[in-house]
């Protein structure tokens, strides 16, 4: 779930940047005291009620871990430190912020005894009971935060009499009942969150009396009625979430005039009607979901006024007609999903343009015409199938071709109804003959591709077994392997491809002919070049790195520097297995196939069934942390280009880092444009932009962006009101929401991880200091690890060399 800061959107975006090293710091010593809750003390002691008060809220609390031992029989450490949480002004309680103690119990209605409270943290415990009424007594409240607990019953009316309530937070509870329109009182109200729980009744049409209102989360409960209009006066409002309710009714036109809002869910309710026009006027909107609604109409032609928007969600709804090429105007959309609705005619070719799509699905419409080759190649099958006119998007749906047709001149009236004849007859006999014949022929044709491949095979000497080349026996006789362990060409087997194929150890080899041969699919491309799953006849799969042209040293430096990666061996690096250069300086890299594929798409592309829980999570950065830590230490190389995206993970979800030294490869220019374009999925440290080469520190930051990833669950390929993934998390924790800063998947355990998701997320703020100097070694970032999962570091896998791998010489055939 999404959260934005309560910076001001009107306010100059340099100063973000200009103030960017002093807010990381405050936000890392905002976490610090969160995490120590150290406090200054005025020299009061408590008073005798709000000591009363304290020692009722602690008898009906359950302390499992004793954290609430130093709240002592005295009194006296009440407001001077000693009491932990407890925080006093002349004397009195102002906040109790006890988070993440795994605390039971209930919270006493004592509390409201404690006359100058502003502040109420008791998020991630086990909390039961209900909302103590008397939090309604509280006329200096302006905080409350008892997220993700286990409390019960109805949301008390009385809350609402609060006239400081700034911030109410409630989501993630078992609370029932309707949403109490006393709420509406509370004029400074600017953050509700009442998700994830089991609330009742319509959305209070008097919302709209809280100007200040910046964020509305209310999604995941049974809420029904209609949106209300009034909604349209929240004037400086910037996310609304209603998703995943019973609402319906059509989408009032009136919100169309929320200037400020960025990020509108109203996905997975009964919404009907069409996509109000006034929505083409929300400019500043972000993240539009409207999927799994009964939605109908067609999609304004003018949807590209909302020039800001990344995701655009219309899944499963009922929509219609065309899908407006003027979509391929928001070049920021980074997720397009048009499946399962009605959607018809042509597939605009502009869609192409859209060059930050990482995820887009039209699949299951009516939609005709053929898929622009780029969209093809960088999406699967599944985005486009289900639309039975269209075409051109996988090996299976070629698109027929256009040959052209050339008409006869000046047709007498006679030769006319003889060929009216002719093609009458043909239509009923021989239209048969001429498929059948024209069947035949292709087929006769592929045998003859696929006998010419196998000739070729036949003449390189590979031993076959069963009809299959056997892994040892690509490289033929004894003498074969002495002449290329030598180093030398093997001319013989290369005769009909040519080029020239080097071996490094490797769980089996092939020949040339082998991997020329063998059946690809894209899986993805980067700075360097495309990469491909290929399938070899035996049935052993690669993955294979086909090198841009002209970005690469010549051949001579080409294989110097190969040779040196080649031997680089780490359990956490994807090692090089071989390489190809081929007859016209084409080149390949072949690597070990990692079948869970990119850590990006493990992490942003799984389907809701899969879960990823912490200790996986914290396994994956320790490996990333390891692979790192070698590249640094024992091979003298920077990554330079550290992303999800270059991280692959094997069947037990061990990391693998990928394209580390293949900046050795490439000309000096094309290494200076992968340093100058590292940046632009989110990964990149700010000194970047006056460098010309990474270092040490700038893959610590990169680094720390994905362990942030890991923690997050966002992408830091899509900026949060205007912010990348570090500025954005360092908001929320300056906010002390720290908790909601976590991916749900992890934060429902935070009453037995909660310590090691702060520690983590300390360490990775630590990663991303905009000061390079400040940031960690990466041995230092895998040794906290290990000291925060001791447990997954004695789990470490064993490297190539101790598992028994053989020796790293590299082996030369054609």
């Known amino acids: 779930m999404e959260r934005y800061s309560s910076i001001h959107r009107n306010a100059p975006f340099y100063h973000l940047h200009t103030k960017l090293s002093l807010f990381f710091l405050f936000s890392l010593s905002a976490l610090t005291s969160h995490l120590a809750s150290s406090q200054k003390w005025d020299g009061v002691a408590v008073t005798k009620s709000d000591y009363r008060s304290l020692r009722a809220i602690k008898n009906e609390l359950v302390d499992f871990r004793g954290v609430l031992r130093s709240w002592n029989d005295s009194g ?21 912020q006890l988070p993440w103690r795994g ?128 909604l349209s006066q929240l004037g400086l409002v910037q ?14 036109n009136e919100l169309g005039a929320l200037s400020t809002l960025q990020k509108l869910d109203l996905s997975n309710n009964a919404i009907n009607g069409t996509i109000p026009s006034s929505f083409t006027n929300l400019s500043s909107l972000v993240w539009l979901n409207l999927e799994g609604n009964l939605l109908d109409g067609q999609i304004p032609e003018t949807i590209d006024r909302s020039h800001n928007l990344t995701v655009l969600n219309l899944k499963n709804n009922k929509f219609q007609g065309p899908i407006p090429p003027t979509i391929a105007n928001i070049s ?11 959607f018809s005619g042509e597939f605009p070719a502009s869609l192409s343009r859209l060059s930050n799509l990482n995820s887009f699905n039209v699949s299951h419409n009516n939609l005709s015409g053929s898929v622009p080759s780029l969209l093809a190649k960088k999406f699967n099958s599944s985005s486009f199938a289900g639309n039975l006119q269209l075409c051109g998007y996988s090996s299976s749906t070629p698109c027929p071709s256009s040959a052209p047709i050339s008409l006869p ?46 000739m070729r095979k036949g003449s390189s000497g590979s031993k076959q077994k069963n009809g299959k080349v056997t892994a040892r026996g690509a490289l033929g006789k004894t003498e074969k392997k002495a002449s290329a362990v030598s180093g030398q060409p093997d001319v013989e087997s290369g005769r009909e491809m040519g080029g020239k194929l080097v071996h490094f150890d490797g769980p089996f080899i092939f020949t040339a002919d082998d991997l020329l041969c063998a059946t690809a699919e894209i899986m993805g491309k980067s700075t360097y070049g495309t990469a491909y799953k290929a399938t070899l006849e035996d049935g052993n799969q690669v993955a294979v790195k086909r090198l841009r042209e002209k970005t690469t040293k010549a051949q001579r ?29 084409e080149k390949l890299l072949v690597f070990d196939y990692m079948p869970r594929g990119s850590l990006s798409a493990f992490l942003h592309a799984r389907g809701p069934e899969t879960i990823i829980d912490w200790a996986t999570r914290m396994n994956i950065a320790m490996g990333i942390a390891r692979g790192l830590n070698h590249l640094h230490t024992n091979e003298n190389i920077i990554h330079g280009n550290l992303t999800s995206s270059n991280v ?20 000096a220019a094309a290494a200076a444009n992968v340093i100058a374009t590292a940046g632009t999925l989110g990964y990149r440290a700010p000194e970047l932009s006056k460098m010309k080469n990474g270092s040490t520190k700038t893959d610590v930051f990169s680094l720390g962006v994905i362990i942030l990833e890991l923690l997050t669950g966002k992408s830091p390929g899509e900026p949060t009101n205007g912010m990348d993934l570090p500025q954005w998390v360092a908001s929320i924790v300056k906010e002390e929401w720290t908790n909601e800063v976590f991916d749900l998947e992890i934060s429902k355990d935070s009453t037995t991880i909660g310590d090691e998701l702060l520690n983590v997320l300390k360490l990775a703020l630590h990663c991303v200091d905009p000061t390079p100097s400040a940031r960690p070694e990466v041995e230092q970032v895998l040794q906290q690890l290990e000291e925060i999962k001791p447990e997954l570091a004695a789990a470490a896998p064993l490297a190539e060399s101790d598992a028994g791998a053989e020796e790293h010489l590299p082996t030369t055939a054609n």
């Open 557 to 585: 430096e080409f294989e110097i520097e190969a040779a040196a990666i080649g031997k680089i061996r780490h359990p956490n690096l994807a090692a090089l297995r071989a390489y190809y250069i081929g007859p016209k300086g």
């Open 332 to 342: 920021s959309i980074t997720e397009l999903d048009l499946s399962q609705n009605n």
């Open 409 to 454: 001149s000046s047709p007498s009236p006679e030769s006319v109804a003889e060929n009216h004849t002719r093609h009458r007859k043909l239509s009923t006999r021989n239209l048969a003959l001429i498929i059948g014949a024209s069947v035949v022929a292709s087929l006769l044709l592929l045998c003859c591709c696929l006998l010419c491949c196998l």
């Open 239 to 252: 996310e609304i979430s209603l998703g995943q309710n019973r609402i319906s009714g059509a989408i009032p």
């Open 648 to 667: 692959l993970l094997d069947e037990q979800t061990n990391a693998h880092i990928a394209d580390f030294g293949i900046s050795r490869l490439m000309t």
């Open 76 to 96: 006296l450490g009440a407001c001077s430190g000693g009491w932990a949480g407890v925080k006093c002004v002349k004397g009195q309680v102002i906040a109790i």
């Open 103 to 230: 605390l039971g119990g209930r919270i006493s209605d004592k509390i409201g005894q404690l006359p100058e409270l502003r502040r109420i943290s008791f998020h991630d415990n086990i909390l039961g009971g209900e909302i103590p009424p008397s939090l309604g007594f509280l006329r200096n409240l302006r905080g409350v935060y008892l997220f993700n607990n286990q409390l019960r019953g109805s949301i008390p009316p009385s809350i609402g009499n609060s006239p400081a309530l700034q911030a109410l937070d409630l989501s993630n509870n078992l609370l029932s009942g309707p949403i109490p329109p006393s709420l509406a009182n509370s004029t400074r109200l600017y953050r509700l969150n009442l998700s994830y729980n089991s609330l009742t009744g319509s959305i209070p049409a008097g919302l709209s009396r809280s100007p200040s209102l910046v964020f509305l989360a209310l999604q995941h409960n049974n809420l029904s009625g209609s949106i209300p209009a009034s």
